[in-house]
């Protein structure tokens, strides 16, 4: 009997406060945003410089789309 009685003296130090409704949803969104970041960005080093890449890109190609009033070119060869 005398073996279980040290368990239970601490066993009110181990209870985990639940937090209020919206901390937990707060949390479980940011938990939920970063899985869904490391999905979209499973095996590229350097997110960060991809975006960037693709921002200029389509910056470039709407420039382009402007420039020439379709952007499809015909050439006759």
């Not at 009997?1 to 707060?26: F, I, K, Q």
């Amino acid at each position: 009997m005398g073996m279980c009685l040290p368990c239970l003296s601490g066993a009110e130090d181990d209870v985990v406060v639940t937090p209020d409704p919206e901390t937990r949803r707060r949390q479980l969104a940011e938990a939920a945003e970063k899985r869904q970041k490391e999905i979209t960005y499973r095996g590229i080093k350097n997110p960060e410089a991809l975006e960037r890449k693709k921002k200029k890109q389509e910056e470039t190609e709407k420039q382009t789309v402007n420039s020439e009033g379709g952007g499809l070119k015909w050439q006759v060869g």
